[in-house]
């Protein structure tokens, strides 16, 4: 069985000869070529093919993303980019949000729109040098994350209001039209599993997956099954637990998910629906800041929790453009059973590094908003979050104060810890936390606020 072969059966619940490895190596890839930032990566199919080349060399994957970056959708749509040197680019501006625009007026991407005629070159460059290898995939933006880019946090409130649900309806029906034309354009590329990331699903709640996203994301998984005859796996990131169940009753062949999400309990779910599941190596805690052999153990953790039909081990999101190579390379090492050396600890206390995020003492008449992040400019959830709390200061000016505690820091996992926080993003309002892995509408936001005023 080769590794190609490998990741199918495991996505088809098959039997398989071991635990297929797939690294979301996205923009870590371009940490592989000397000089090479995130954004350069992201604009060059030459970068995208050496890096995915490198990756490929150095972790011996049984599949590989040709790139990570759910920002190409808005962006061929007419949403302006915030560039990062070691992030995927985040959504600066809503185009929904410009006066008078409407959903009729949103063009439809196609194959020389924005970043696109960049990532159908990569992909058919990678399938054509490594498509009889390993299995190749792509990555678009699901529904639900693609109508929060091009609306912004205001559709939060549009979902909770009666009289504006057919215009959310409006907006995620034409999603739903753009992930069908981005993934028609990657099978004509020759890739051989589409991976459908809509990270703000962990963000509402499941009557309003129900509501708004269960059906059109079964449209384009159904699509994507039966029309183009490719796998499909349904990704979300944050605490999707509450979701999970109904993320399997989409008609997807897999769900992955990042280390919110128990993994004993996502193997219960998707072994009930019978879809392949995938994740959930932690990003920061162990992938980027610990050790190869800190690494091996929890592959090793997971892989025991996982085994049998349908698992596979993955990290569980796109990973951090500084993750060190060798962690990467013992995870593979391990999988492969060439992995010999569990001695190698060199160990950096996290209480050694850095100024800590302290509390902040909050004075009578004023408020301290803080946001616990995974990281704004390359997480989703996160962004919009943040965004909520931009929403309303100019409402508040000179009474609040915030700010990012990021957890790709040393000293934001310290924060983390401190205040008992499992899941991300957090809101703490007052040293509080009051809005835990939840987006809240500026409604919400402004009770809160007004509440500790």
Known sequence: MNSRERVFHAIDCEPVDRT???PYAGVQAANLLEGVDAEQFLKSADLIVEGFSKAYEKYTPDALPVLFDIQMEPEAIGCELKWSKNNPPAVATHILEEEGMTVADLPLPGADSGRYPVAMEAARRVVEKYGDKIAIYALICGPLTLALHLRGVGLFAEMIRKKTKDKVDELMKYCVQVGKDIAR???EAGVDVIA????MVSQVSPKHFETFVKEP???????????LGLRVMSFSCGDATKNLELMC?????GIAFDENVDLAYAKEVANKYNVSYGGNLPLTTIMLFGTPAENVEEAKRELE????AGYILSPGCDIPYNTPIPNLVAIADYVSGNYTSLDDFSDESLADD???????EVEPGHVFIEV???????CAPCQYMCEAVRGVLPKYEGRISWRESLVKTKAGIRRMKKLGVANLPVMLINNEVVFNNIVPTQAELIEAIEKRL
Not at 305 to 308: S, V
Not at 354 to 360: L, T
């Open 372 to 378: 616990i992040t995974l990281d704004s400019e390359g």
């Open 249 to 253: 009753q989409t008609n997807t062949n």
């Open 20 to 22: 297929p490895w797939v």
């Open 305 to 308: 929790i996982g085994k049998g």
């Open 354 to 360: 850095g100024a800590d995020f302290e509390d902040v």
């Open 217 to 227: 994301t079964t449209e384009l998984n159904t699509y994507i099954r039966e029309e």
């Open 196 to 199: 459908v990331v809509d990270p």
């Open 185 to 187: 354009m990657y099978k």
